[in-house]
């Protein structure tokens, strides 16, 4: 009797705005910024930093290759195994396909990342500001 073994391929966690916004995207073919997290070794949460650069390379060569996209931007997080790129929504798709990538989600760049203090009466206004020492 043969043994057979299954090997499971690991599923690439995709928020579900990102979902949302490569089917919008695929329609109105804007570019979409996307923060990819890479699959550690055996062992290993992320990728080590001293391999980041390579491996980022390998991923996204293959996905340009697949679907002849290169990637307008695209910012290596080396100490977090993260990677952002920013492009069109069939590079994203082929990105996720990747068995290197364990999750993606879609980065809100155009939105504030804080409140900004509102100015209300009577407060000293930075003009007003004097210098000591």
Do not use: C
Not at 25 to 44: K, S
């Amino acid at each position: 009797m043969v043994k057979t073994r299954i090997i499971r391929r690991p599923m690439t966690k995709i928020s579900p705005d990102l979902e949302v916004a490569l089917d919008q995207a695929a329609a109105n073919t804007e570019p979409l910024v996307v923060a990819y997290q890479l699959r550690g070794a055996r062992g290993e949460l992320i990728p080590r930093a001293d391999e980041m650069d390579a491996l980022v390379a390998k991923v996204v060569q293959d996905a340009t290759q697949e679907t002849n996209a290169n990637p307008e931007r695209q910012n290596i997080l080396r100490n977090v195994g993260s990677f952002i790129i920013k492009g069109k929504a069939n590079l994203h798709r082929a990105l996720i396909a990747r068995p290197e990538i364990k999750a993606a989600i879609l980065s809100r760049s155009g939105e504030p990342p804080v409140r900004l203090p509102v100015r209300r009466r009577g407060m000293a206004r930075k003009e007003d500001w004097v210098r000591t020492g």
